[in-house]
């Protein structure tokens, strides 16, 4: 396969994005996930050749897996993503000159995105929306976890381009091997910008490598403190929720901070995770309370290695801390920078912790199931940035454009 001729064609295709009106662009949208719902039997079938090559224990096994409601709530997001306001040419600002220049900034598309995902497809659907979206043509690069899967859904989105009579070349899958990602890596001149999506290997290995420029979405280390003042039963409905609703997602929980004077609430809190067969892995104090309430099978002392970790299965990890200072510094040394939250009735102790968390999205009193484009009214996502170039966060529509400035004179000269 030549690399170079799908990066020229994508780069050529992706001229002819911004002459699409905004009508075409939703009408485009709406019938891909007409087409996903109508496709969906194709798809499963595709999807069960990806999954008998992976044990079902393995975390990544469920992101890989597609099902009818899977499938659906796709269809779902990218209607979303087809009725929100188009993202381009927003005046930023707009202003004359004393010598009567009139400057505009404008937002444009970045041009061609790169993405490189692991065994999630239904990244394929969900970059490609946002990417037309928001004017952008864009080449992907799945893993061979995945290649069957997404081998079928971009069959599905091509059929829906060749139907309106587009450029199918504005949106390309790489072949799932690490030639071309190495391409991919080196596509300067062709990709404006690079996203990883999927482990912290995969990651640290596209940014060290990398001479496209990268936005980084970071795993997901992910802290709930619970302090001296938190109301249990609120605690036990929200660590179950950003635990166990889809334990190999960047959100899920993964360590829960407990006030030292709360310990006795552990067995209250930790009731749900051992019906949901959750494996604790406790400090000291926490486990000394434990023991006597949570199955032995599932209840581990803990080592300095489960702090710091991102599980992504039934596991997390409990740390106890003297006082929200001590939370704070346990987040700091150990946060992937992704979401923290904070269960508390105390208005100081929300305040300092939203102040003092250094994370893309920071909550209290809910779940951080919440970081998700979709639920933030973003449509969908095409990445959790956990950068603060560019963007930070769930990153939308308004995260794939740039600005360009238009400048109008009436004959103005520069003297000096």
């Given at each position: 396969?030549?690399?170079?001729?799908?990066?020229?064609?994508?780069?050529?295709?992706?001229?002819?994005?911004?002459?699409?009106?905004?009508?075409?662009?939703?009408?485009?949208?709406?019938?891909?996930?007409?087409?996903?719902?109508?496709?969906?039997?194709?798809?499963?079938?595709?999807?069960?050749?990806?999954?008998?090559?992976?044990?079902?224990?393995?975390?990544?096994?469920?992101?890989?897996?597609?099902?009818?409601?899977?499938?659906?709530?796709?269809?779902?997001?990218?209607?979303?993503?087809?009725?929100?306001?188009?993202?381009?040419?927003?005046?930023?600002?707009?202003?004359?000159?004393?010598?009567?220049?009139?400057?505009?900034?404008?937002?444009?598309?970045?041009?061609?995105?790169?993405?490189?995902?692991?065994?999630?497809?239904?990244?394929?659907?969900?970059?490609?929306?946002?990417?037309?979206?928001?004017?952008?043509?864009c080449i992907l690069k799945g893993g061979s976890d995945a290649a069957a899967s997404n081998q079928a859904i971009m069959a599905?989105?091509?059929?829906?381009l060749i139907q309106h009579q587009l450029n199918t070349n504005m949106v390309a899958l790489l072949p799932p091997d690490r030639?071309?990602?190495?391409?991919?890596?080196?596509?300067?001149?062709?990709?404006?910008?690079?996203?990883?999506?999927?482990?912290?290997?995969?990651?640290?290995?596209?940014?060290?490598?990398?001479?496209?420029?990268?936005?980084?979405?970071?795993?997901?280390?992910?802290?709930?403190?619970?302090?001296?003042?938190?109301?249990?039963?609120?605690?036990?409905?929200?660590?179950?929720?950003?635990?166990?609703?889809?334990?190999?997602?960047?959100?899920?929980?993964d360590c829960l901070l407990i006030h030292q004077d709360r310990l006795a609430d552990l067995p209250a809190l930790t009731a749900?995770?051992?019906?949901?067969?959750?494996?604790?892995?406790?400090?000291?104090?926490?486990?000394?309370?434990?023991?006597?309430?949570?199955?032995?099978?599932?209840?581990?002392?803990?080592?300095?290695?489960?702090?710091?970790?991102?599980?992504?299965?039934?596991?997390?990890?409990?740390?106890?801390?003297?006082?929200?200072?001590?939370?704070?510094?346990?987040?700091?040394?150990?946060?992937?920078?992704?979401?923290?939250?904070?269960?508390?009735?105390?208005?100081?102790?929300?305040?300092?912790?939203?102040?003092?968390?250094?994370?893309?999205?920071?909550?209290?009193?809910?779940?951080?199931?919440?970081?998700?484009?979709?639920?933030?009214?973003?449509?969908?996502?095409?990445?959790?940035?956990?950068?603060?170039?560019?963007?930070?966060?769930?990153?939308?529509?308004?995260?794939?454009?740039?600005?360009?400035?238009?400048?109008?004179?009436?004959?103005?000269?520069?003297?000096?």
């Open positions: 396969m030549d690399l170079k001729l799908i990066f020229e064609n994508t780069q050529i295709a992706s001229r002819a994005l911004g002459l699409l009106s905004a009508e075409k662009i939703q009408q485009v949208l709406q019938d891909l996930a007409d087409a996903a719902v109508a496709q969906t039997a194709f798809l499963v079938q595709e999807n069960a050749k990806d999954l008998a090559q992976m044990h079902p224990e393995d975390p990544k096994y469920d992101r890989l897996k597609l099902t009818d409601a899977r499938i659906q709530a796709i269809a779902d997001d990218i209607r979303n993503v087809a009725r929100l306001p188009s993202p381009l040419g927003k005046v930023l600002l707009q202003k004359e000159l004393p010598n009567k220049l009139e400057l505009t900034k404008v937002t444009v598309p970045l041009g061609v995105i790169g993405v490189i995902y692991e065994a999630r497809p239904n990244v394929t659907f969900d970059v490609f929306a946002l990417c037309l979206k928001a004017g952008n043509a599905v989105i091509h059929q829906v030639s071309a990602t190495e391409a991919l890596l080196q596509a300067i001149g062709y990709v404006d910008v690079l996203i990883p999506r999927g482990s912290q290997a995969l990651i640290d290995f596209v940014r060290q490598n990398a001479k496209v420029p990268v936005i980084e979405t970071g795993a997901g280390i992910v802290h709930t403190y619970f302090d001296e003042t938190a109301d249990v039963e609120k605690g036990k409905v929200i660590i179950h929720n950003a635990k166990t609703r889809r334990v190999s997602v960047c959100n899920a929980l749900p995770l051992a019906e949901a067969q959750v494996q604790l892995f406790a400090d000291g104090p926490a486990l000394a309370v434990l023991k006597a309430s949570y199955p032995a099978a599932l209840l581990k002392a803990a080592t300095a290695e489960h702090f710091g970790t991102e599980f992504l299965s039934l596991k997390m990890a409990i740390k106890t801390v003297d006082n929200l200072e001590a939370a704070l510094e346990h987040i700091a040394n150990h946060s992937s920078k992704h979401s923290e939250a904070i269960i508390s009735e105390d208005a100081s102790n929300i305040e300092k912790f939203l102040n003092g968390v250094d994370a893309a999205a920071v909550y209290a009193n809910a779940s951080t199931a919440f970081t998700d484009g979709a639920q933030f009214g973003l449509g969908a996502e095409i990445g959790i940035s956990t950068q603060k170039l560019h963007a930070r966060g769930p990153m939308g529509l308004e995260e794939l454009t740039s600005y360009k400035w238009v400048v109008k004179g009436t004959g103005q000269v520069r003297s000096v």
